[in-house]
Nanobody, 121 residues
């Protein structure tokens, strides 16, 4: 089991930036991912980084969002630039065991509590 704690959400105007952090109890060989869920919508994949450092992005965020990590701090970051109102959602950090997939939320069995991101127009 991996304990995950997100931080860094908030309210920002369209075009602005936010950086989310996810502190993990361990990285080990987990794939670390970010998902988001807007009101009335299903949880959707945003981005992930594998334990060897491969990065994956959903099409709506490519070129705007960047996932990174600090192994010494067991922390994953999500830098969000050029934010749009449609990025408004609760953002969740998650960890998936090695080989369980990247973009399918069912592959992840460890979840943080979520952090709200609101982008005003």
């Amino acid at each position: 089991q991996v304990q995950l704690v997100e931080s860094g959400g908030g309210l920002v105007q369209a075009g602005g930036s936010l950086r989310l952090s996810c502190a993990a109890s361990t990285f080990s060989t987990y794939t670390m991912g970010w998902f988001r869920q807007a009101p009335g919508k299903e949880r959707e994949f945003v981005t992930a980084i594998s334990w060897i450092g491969n990065r994956y992005y959903a099409d709506p965020v490519k070129g705007r969002f960047t996932i990174s990590r600090d192994i010494s701090k067991n922390t994953v970051y999500l830098q969000m630039n050029s934010l749009k109102p449609e990025d408004t959602a609760i953002y969740y950090c998650a960890a998936a065991p090695l080989g369980k997939g990247v973009s399918d939320f069912t592959a992840y069995d460890n979840w943080g509590q979520g952090t709200q991101v609101t982008v005003s127009s």
